[in-house]
């Protein structure tokens, strides 16, 4: 009868209000929840991006599969002598035509597509690759460069990270010892006198050309003997006692002058020479 089905009818909407309700509650719940992971991402973001733009290393991140530059630090903007241009964020990394050119050790130019970055966006590493940089002023900068790609948790590639560590000082420091050696052994091997180094534990290190016309041994010879084959038994003593007194003196804090000796050396022939040595430390 109508009289029995009026309150199965309105148990039915009760049901039904009860089922809204809930899940219109757990959508408030997840709506609510959305918004707080994109409020966490944001923040981790601007974190992210904060650490990389205050960091004094040059650093750039490329997200795939565009190939966009998300993020580009003014470090590396003041490296590549370019902070008077637009920033390159949002910009396609293959479109960019840079001012500045990347060379290799040798000062060849490098091509786009073997740069650190662009192996990275192919999935490929780089650990510690020295490069130059030419800038638009003419100038010349070396950087240790480091690169791979950033895979998510499927093993999908979705960013390249770059990070450049500034040399040049190191590189300029290494091309005036460089020089400075040159210098030293244009020196030696062009003096008349028989110029030779050696360490503390008594090794002959280097010795001048003059010595095969004074001692009939090469200087690859020399190189291989000890000073006790240099010179003849009294005159080792003489020699050892001399480097014992100087290490002493060392000990004590205290400078080791020039010395002056009289030291008979051995030549290939059997023969002897008499020579006067003048020594010294080198700190």
Not at 137 to 142: A, F, I, Q, S, T
């Amino acid at each position: 009868s109508l009289h029995d089905a009026l309150p199965i009818s309105l148990n039915k909407q009760l049901k039904l209000h009860r089922w809204l309700m809930n899940h219109l509650f757990t959508y408030k719940q997840l709506h609510k929840r959305v918004h707080q992971l994109e409020a966490e991402l944001d923040q981790a973001r601007l974190l992210l991006e904060a650490v990389i733009e205050q960091s004094p290393i040059p650093m750039i991140l490329v997200s795939m599969p565009d190939g966009i530059i998300q993020i580009v630090n003014s470090a590396l903007m003041e490296f590549l002598g370019i902070q008077d241009e637009p920033s390159y964020t949002s910009v396609r990394f293959v479109e960019i035509k840079p001012s500045w050119q990347v060379i290799d050790l040798e000062g060849n130019p490098v091509p786009q597509n073997e740069l650190p970055v662009m192996l990275a966006i192919q999935g490929k590493t780089t650990q510690s690759q020295v490069l130059g940089i030419t800038r638009k002023d003419g100038n010349r900068r070396w950087e240790l460069v480091s690169a791979g790609p950033i895979y998510d948790k499927s093993g999908e590639i979705v960013a390249a990270f770059a990070a450049f560590q500034d040399i040049t000082n190191l590189k300029q420091m290494e091309q005036a010892l460089r020089e400075s050696e040159e210098r030293h052994r244009f020196l030696t091997d062009n003096a008349r006198d028989v110029i030779w180094t050696m360490d503390i534990e008594r090794h002959i290190t280097y010795v001048s050309p003059p010595v095969e016309a004074m001692r009939g041994f090469t200087p690859e010879e020399v190189l291989k003997q000890t000073i006790d084959e240099v010179l003849t038994p009294e005159s080792a003593a003489i020699a050892d006692a001399a480097l014992r007194n100087s290490e002493a003196l060392v000990t004590l804090g205290e400078d080791v002058k020039f010395r002056r000796f009289e030291l008979e050396q051995s030549c290939k022939d059997g023969s002897t020479v008499w020579t006067e040595v003048t020594a010294s430390e080198m700190y």
